[in-house]
């Protein structure tokens, strides 16, 4: 398919600039002005329109594809909160207005907004404090981390390294790396919890704190999670709740009262707001009283008055992360979820989320190898290494679901598995769904037999087969105006 | 269901959860209908104002979003997709990526773009440790005129870093050259400018760039994309690394996000730059087609030695501002930027004439100028929004010594009679 620049007719315009009100003004002297104009496409609108209308035409999505992609949490955004975000007195509010001299009285119902989201979260994790600022996941984890540092740092304790399990997300080591610290991973047992003497023997004096998603990528909820963070608080070391899978556990067990000291939320996972192909997300940030004064600013506060206001004064916060207060129209989807749903509703989606986890498990480990064989919580870690005896590898498998038009499992993640095959179905699907999902991939386990080449011309269905990605990072073709 | 997984109840599949580790609280208010919850959310809404005239700006523009962009991005198979890591059933949004790369480069002059930063504030941070990578040098040197938002975002991530920051003033509203070129030496890693900067006025950078690069110092330039429309690009200027914030490219206001992080530099750095890059290559059949290159700088593959822990960025957004710039296109780009240029010159002439009012003229401005004020701009800037106007915003807020002066931002949604409205309210207050 065409780009929309090769799509381009000279003089054609996609949309009207109103007539000038105030006429021709003293223009700016020549030497500030670019010489030749950007090279924007010249369409239509309806050029337009129908040029991103195809293009959507060739992707998978929510909306049109079952999407059991493990650690993902690839749920149903329900469309409501589409109309939630498109109310006016939202959309078209300016961040700066708050700042103006009681400004806060002009956008009392944005704050308020952001402090009922609070009220929620801390209630549902069982943390005292959040921030909404940190725009993503990742973001949120860099938050958290920092809050870590600046406690050590006020404490005088000298911290060199976080531990990090190796089936932790690749955002933890990252993160932990880019805060400043080193990194020591611990392997995990015959179980796919962490292994507890490999961890005591890691433990020292410099440990800043553990980072961990609980249940894990493995989808197994660590028992002894208690223990562990006996062991860290010992050494003054902060626990961090990864909160990637905390659709698992809600209503069940909150991360404030099993040690955890601070937690990051991906609302773009368990608060069902829409991936975006990748973003916009949002990375609430909870914290217990310990790391309360490191909150960056601004924060949120309800006056005795019952009005809402911005307080910047707190001297010991790690500062600003972000430039106003979170990714706020992410924030209003995710709250607009929670006020539907409600305290049972939550209950249920976890509930529903481990159901379909652990029948989709227990009816495909006949076929495939199972990672770890335990009841799972809200996902389920296979490997193809039978179907790899036979040639046909997790990736084949993969793109043999995508020409049944199911959006593959994660796969090669965690990456302690070989061969991993990730699947993370969610509350959202129904029986129906899981039993197309679960008949398709004994399908593919029963092809690896009896045919195992036909996979590797997969996917045939779609608008490309499988592209040269060598020739992608050989040639570097990033820019359609440089090739 | 429960009968083929084997146990008897849901509890059971929690077994794994002790006694002692079940939630101490769970008091949640009880769930709403659909209709509820919109009722609810319509009456916190009305708790804004939102029937002001804004002339706010600072980074932040209240630009017309057309309505095709907001119907394009709505559509599920954009909003509801997952990051494109399967290229074959992800061709829609890796193709717009691509554009969206594409029409940065063009827009800033620049060789490559990412696929997006969060906004323009954490761009301008990862930048500035991209050129700490570039040059292992660890010595920033930062103009006055970058936006004190940014530059506070910045202060948090790096404080733990010991990176050294040199800050020098803004002089007639533009970079002073003296004090940035005496801080210049071979520790140096980049020069941080941005322009407009946040007074508003316009520079020409091309003399500080030539000298940073006799040192081997790379220069960092934020800029407003709007204003590029006219205005002399970072490529023109020979910028190494350029960054901004696109919310003025189609993305509403939204108190604050989702915005838009951009990011553009030469080909040379393109291993050095973060975030995702999409790159055009062919399938087994020889069609041409897209998928994300270069993942071995990304923290999925690298882990802790990837060149950034960013994850999910801001796709969706970056598709938007994409059909925002498509939109408009090539000459209605560069008219919607003289439109911002001369309502703002409209209104700069307009307010000069009234007492009270010094409006800063000393280098050029786009769409956004400093006034100084005879009285305290935040005073001024509260009677004003009793006259139903937002002002400006106040630049004692951000800068010492700075208390009678404020930032004044006009669109093209502004109209002339607006404006003259605005005179004559700001007349009055200044009068009594």
């Known amino acids: 398919m065409k780009l929309i620049f090769e799509k381009s007719v000279e003089g054609r315009q996609g949309f009207g600039i109103p007539q000038s009100d105030v006429g021709p003004q003293e223009g700016i002297p020549e030497k500030y002005k670019r010489e030749k104009p950007a090279c924007f496409p010249e369409a239509s609108e309806l050029d337009i329109v129908r040029h991103f209308t195809d293009l959507a035409h060739k992707n998978f999505s929510i909306d049109t594809h079952f999407y059991p992609l493990g650690s993902c949490t690839m ?287 227990e009816r495909l480990k006949e076929h495939y190898a199972l990672a770890y064989d335990h009841i799972c919580m809200h996902e389920s870690v296979f490997s193809a290494s039978l179907q790899a005896q036979r040639g046909v590898h997790a990736i084949d498998i993969a793109k043999f679901l995508i020409d049944k038009n199911i959006h593959p499992p994660t796969i090669y993640f965690p990456l302690t598995v070989k061969e991993a095959i990730m699947i993370e179905p969610t509350e959202t699907e129904s029986k129906e769904t899981l039993d197309e999902f679960i008949e398709t991939m004994i399908e593919a386990d029963s092809l690896s037999k009896t045919d195992p080449d036909s996979f590797h011309n997969c996917p045939q269905s779609t608008p490309i087969n499988r592209p040269d990605e060598v020739k992608a990072a050989k040639e570097m073709n990033t820019n359609y105006f440089a090739s | 269901m429960l009968k083929v997984i084997g146990v008897n109840t849901i509890d059971d599949l929690f077994a794994d959860i002790q006694p002692h580790q079940k939630p101490k609280s769970f008091d949640l208010p009880n769930g709403l209908s659909e209709f509820e919850v919109i009722e609810k959310i319509k009456r916190i809404a009305e708790k804004n104002t939102t029937n002001l005239i804004s002339f706010l700006g600072g980074g932040y523009y209240d630009h017309y979003v057309p309505a095709a962009v907001t119907a394009l991005i709505s559509r599920g198979e954009f909003s509801t997709a997952y990051t494109p890591y399967q290229p074959e059933c992800s061709q829609g949004t890796l193709q717009a990526l691509y554009e969206y790369q594409s029409a940065i480069c063009t827009l800033t002059e620049m060789d490559v773009a990412n696929a997006s930063l969060y906004d323009g504030g954490t761009a301008l941070y990862e930048a500035i440790m991209m050129a700490i990578r570039i040059t292992r040098r660890k010595k920033i040197v930062m103009d006055g005129g970058v936006s004190p938002i940014y530059r506070k975002i910045i202060h948090s991530y790096t404080n733990n870093l010991n990176i050294e920051f040199k800050e020098t003033p803004v002089v007639h509203g533009q970079s002073d050259r003296d004090q940035i070129n005496n801080l210049l030496d071979k520790d140096t890693a980049a020069i941080i400018l941005q322009n407009p900067n946040f007074f508003g006025t316009i520079d020409d950078h091309s003399d500080i760039i030539q000298k940073a690069h006799e040192q081997g110092i790379l220069v960092i330039e934020s800029v407003y994309p709007v204003s590029l429309g006219i205005v002399k690009t970072p490529g023109e200027m020979g910028v190494d690394i350029v960054t901004g914030e696109g919310q003025s490219l189609g993305l509403p206001l939204n108190f604050g996000g989702p915005y838009l992080g951009f990011m553009s530099t030469r080909k040379k750095y393109i291993r050095k730059m973060p975030g995702r890059i999409v790159g055009k290559t062919i399938d087994s059949s020889g069609k041409s087609c897209f998928v994300n290159t270069l993942q071995a700088r990304e923290q999925h593959i690298r882990r802790e030695k990837a060149t950034s822990n960013i994850c999910t960025n801001v796709s969706l957004c970056a598709v938007q501002s994409l059909i925002y710039m498509s939109l408009l296109g090539k000459q209605g780009f560069v008219n919607l930027s003289q439109l911002n240029l001369d309502k703002a010159e409209f209104m700069r002439k307009t307010l000069e004439t009234i007492e009270g009012v010094e409006v800063k003229r000393s280098s050029p401005t786009f769409n956004e100028f400093t006034v100084r004020l005879a009285k305290e701009a935040s005073v001024v800037i509260n009677a004003m929004i009793e006259k139903g106007f937002a002002a400006g915003f106040p630049l004692g807020r951000y800068y010492k010594g700075m208390e009678n002066y404020m930032i004044v931002a006009v669109t093209e949604k502004r109209t002339k009679e607006e404006i003259l409205k605005y005179a004559e309210c700001l007349k009055e207050i200044l009068s009594q």
Not at chain 1, 120 to 132: A, I, N, R, S, Y
Not at chain 1, 144 to 168: C, E, F, L, R, W
Not at chain 1, 198 to 226: Q, V, W, Y
């Open chain 1, 75 to 361: 749920k149903y955004n329900p469309k409501f909160a589409d109309v939630v975000t498109q109310i006016p007195g939202f959309a078209n509010l300016h961040p700066l207005l708050p700042q103006l001299t009681k400004g806060e009285t002009l956008s009392q119902g944005a704050i308020e907004v952001l402090y009922e989201t609070e009220q929620w979260l801390c209630e549902m994790t069982g943390m005292d404090h959040f921030t909404m600022q940190p725009l993503a996941g990742a973001h949120g984890e860099l938050t958290g981390v920092m809050m870590m540092a600046a406690y050590h740092k006020a404490k005088g304790n000298q911290k060199t390294h976080i531990i990090v399990p190796d089936s932790s997300h690749g955002t933890n080591p990252a993160t932990a790396a880019i805060a400043g610290y080193n990194i020591v991973a611990v392997p995990s047992d015959e179980n796919g919890v962490m292994n507890m003497e490999e961890l005591a023997k890691r433990i020292t004096d410099e440990t800043a704190g553990l980072m961990l998603t609980c249940p894990n990528t493995h989808g197994i909820f660590n028992s002894n999670i208690d223990k562990i963070a006996k062991m860290i608080h010992a050494v003054d070391g902060i626990m961090y709740y990864d909160g990637a899978n905390l659709n698992a556990i809600l209503g069940r067990c909150r991360p404030g009262d099993i040690g955890f000291d601070v937690i990051h939320i991906n609302v773009h996972k368990t608060f069902a707001t829409p991936h975006g192909g990748g973003g916009p997300g949002a990375g609430p940030v909870g914290v217990t009283k310990k790391l309360e004064p490191y909150l960056p600013i601004s924060r949120v506060v309800k006056h005795e008055n019952g009005q809402f206001g911005l307080d910047y004064d707190y001297p010991h916060s790690i500062g600003y992360v972000a430039p106003f207060y979170g990714n706020f129209g992410i924030i209003l989807r995710a709250y607009a979820y929670m006020l539907m749903l409600g305290q049972e509703g939550l209950k249920q989606t976890s509930n529903h989320a481990v159901l379909n986890a652990n029948y989709i498990k």
